[in-house]
T-cell receptor
Framework: QQQVKQSPQSLIVQKGGISIINCAYE??????FPWYQQFPGKGPALLIA?????SEKKEGRFTISFNKSAKQFSLHIMDSQPGDSATYFC????????????FGTGTRLQVFP | GAGVSQSPSNKVTEKGKDVELRCDPI?????LYWYRQSLGQGLEFLIY????????KSGLPSDRFSAERTGGSVSTLTIQRTQQEDSAVYLC????????????FGPGTRLTVT
C-alpha cells in the first residue's frame, strides 16, 4: 500500500532527446507527488511537484504528467542535456497526514552529447 | 540563505559502537525529517518531527535507532551498537511547515560500519 514503483532503473538518452521516467502508486490517500534530482555526493533537490487536482505541470524543460485514475505519474525532460545526467527519484506523500515522503527506487539518467 | 547542513559528512565506525549524526535545518522550518539511502536504493523514511508534536517514529528500523530535536531546531540521530547493515547515507530534510510538501535535503552523512 505504501510503495511507489519507478521505472526504468536506468536510462540513456542522446542530447536533445526526451527522457521519460514513470512511477506508479497504490495509496489513493497520496496527494503530493514530487520529483527529486540527485547528483553524486549531494542530497536530493526538489525539481518539480504536482498535486492531484491537475493532470500536467510544466516548468521549463520539465513536465509532470499525472493520471489519477491509473495511479501513475511521469516526468518528461525535453531537450535533454548532459547536465541533466543524474539520478531522479519520484515520491509521494499524504501531505495532510504525516508528510513523510515515500520514494521510488530511482532512475539513473545519462545524457550523451 | 543557508540550506540544511549535516555533520559529519563521513563517519567510519566499528561494529558495536554508537554514533551520533547531526542535522541543522533551515532557519524557521518547523518540520524535520530523517531518511536513509542505502547503496543503489531509494530513500527510506526514518522519523519526522513537527513543532512540539510527538514525532512520527514509524520508519525507525529497530530500537537501536533514536532521534531527538532540541529547541525545535537541531536534530540528532543516534544509532546504538551499530551493525554493518546500518552502513548508508543518512539524509536530513526540513520544510517550512507540515503539508507544504516541499522538503529541502541536506548533503547527508555517509556512515560506514566496519
Amino acid at each position: 500500500q505504501q510503495q511507489v514503483k519507478q521505472s526504468p532503473q536506468s536510462l540513456i538518452v542522446q542530447k536533445g532527446g526526451i527522457s521519460i521516467i514513470n512511477c506508479a502508486y497504490e495509496n489513493t490517500a497520496f496527494d503530493y507527488f514530487p520529483w527529486y534530482q540527485q547528483f553524486p555526493g549531494k542530497g536530493p533537490a526538489l525539481l518539480i511537484a504536482i498535486r492531484p487536482d491537475v493532470s500536467e505541470k510544466k516548468e521549463g524543460r520539465f513536465t509532470i504528467s499525472f493520471n489519477k485514475s491509473a495511479k501513475q505519474f511521469s516526468l518528461h525532460i525535453m531537450d535533454s542535456q548532459p547536465g541533466d545526467s543524474a539520478t531522479y527519484f519520484c515520491a509521494a506523500s499524504e501531505s495532510y497526514n504525516t508528510d513523510k515522503l515515500i520514494f521510488g527506487t530511482g532512475t539513473r539518467l545519462q545524457v550523451f552529447p | 540563505g543557508a540550506g540544511v547542513s549535516q555533520s559529519p559528512s563521513n563517519k567510519v565506525t566499528e561494529k558495536g559502537k554508537d554514533v551520533e549524526l547531526r542535522c541543522d535545518p533551515i532557519s524557521g522550518h518547523t518540520a524535520l525529517y530523517w531518511y536513509r539511502q542505502s547503496l543503489g536504493q531509494g530513500l527510506e523514511f526514518l522519523i519526522y518531527f513537527q513543532g512540539n508534536s510527538a514525532p512520527d517514529k514509524s520508519g525507525l528500523p529497530s530500537d537501536r535507532f533514536s532521534a531527538e530535536r532540541t529547541g525545535g531546531s537541531v536534530s540528532t540521530l543516534t544509532i546504538q551498537r551499530t551493525q554493518q547493515e546500518d552502513s548508508a547515507v543518512y539524509l536530513c530534510a526540513s520544510s517550512l511547515e507540515r503539508a507544504s510538501g516541499e522538503q529541502y535535503f541536506g548533503p547527508g552523512t555517509r556512515l560506514t560500519v566496519t
